[in-house]
T-cell receptor, first 115, second 112 residues
Framework: EPEVTQTPSHQVTQMGQEVILRCVPI?????FYWYRQILGQKVEFLVSFYNNEISEKSEIFDDQFSVERPDGSNFTLKIRSTKLEDSAMYFC?????????????FGEGSRLTVL | AQSVTQPDIHITVSEGASLELRCNYS??????LFWYVQSPGQGLQLLLKYFSGDTLVQGIKGFEAEFKRSQSSFNLRKPSVHWSDAAEYFCAAYSGTYKYIFGTGTRLKVLA
């Protein structure tokens, strides 16, 4: 069964360092998303991406964050200068169609720990 | 502002017992509502969804949920829990455009 894969599963970094989280969405999907969950808190929307551009972003997604689809398969989230409060589980998702009818398929998540 | 609340952080049930996980939403119009499950080491998987029509919706793995507008609730139920149901369950609502709003999740523990 097709699935969304994310790497790394866990990354530990020092405050101020750049981090890139990688995702391989399901191959025929056209819509891509990043969500995150800080420990004990809600899963929060970060950004959606369609047709090679950001279609929506939350207030969390400030200038320190960027997304890219560098080739036909990868979808990356970059955090330029990590802060302690960026420590969270980051989930990538993709869907074949737009929302709300396009079912979201999530990856296993990448846990980011900022020291 | 829209919100989704899952009042129970942890729930423990015995295998074979019935299960109900609570979800309340705050949304002006008819919401689109979802339940997701995350098993250890897995991504979030869609269990079921409600868009309109019949307020009792059936999902995968024997789960069902009932939309009650009067109570602003969308509780998830299963008549008989299996040990493999131990996981974290998330209620979510579509908030318009591209994003979903999730609850904090309920972690289910199943006793043998």
């Amino acid at each position: 069964e097709p699935e969304v894969t994310q790497t790394p599963s866990h990354q530990v970094t020092q405050m101020g360092q750049e981090v890139i989280l990688r995702c391989v969405p399901i191959s025929n999907h056209l819509y891509f998303y990043w969500y995150r969950q800080i420990l004990g808190q809600k899963v929060e929307f970060l950004v959606s991406f369609y047709n090679n551009e950001i279609s929506e972003k939350s207030e969390i997604f400030d200038d320190q964050f960027s997304v890219e689809r560098p080739d036909g398969s990868n979808f990356t989230l970059k955090i330029r200068s990590t802060k302690l409060e960026d420590s969270a589980m980051y989930f990538c998702a993709s869907s074949e169609r737009g929302q709300p009818t396009g079912e979201l398929f999530f990856g296993e998540g990448s846990r980011l720990t900022v020291l | 502002a829209q919100s989704v609340t899952q009042p129970d952080i942890h729930i423990t049930v015995s295998e074979g017992a019935s299960l109900e996980l609570r979800c309340n939403y705050s949304y002006g119009a008819t919401p689109y509502l979802f339940w997701y499950v995350q098993s250890p080491g897995q991504g979030l998987q869609l269990l079921l969804k409600y868009f309109s029509g019949d307020t009792l919706v059936q999902g995968i793995k024997g789960f069902e949920a009932e939309f009650k507008r009067s109570q602003s609730s969308f509780n998830l139920r299963k008549p008989s829990v299996h040990w493999s149901d131990a996981a974290e369950y998330f209620c979510a609502a579509y908030s318009g455009t591209y994003k979903y709003i999730f609850g904090t999740g309920t972690r289910l523990k199943v006793l043998a």
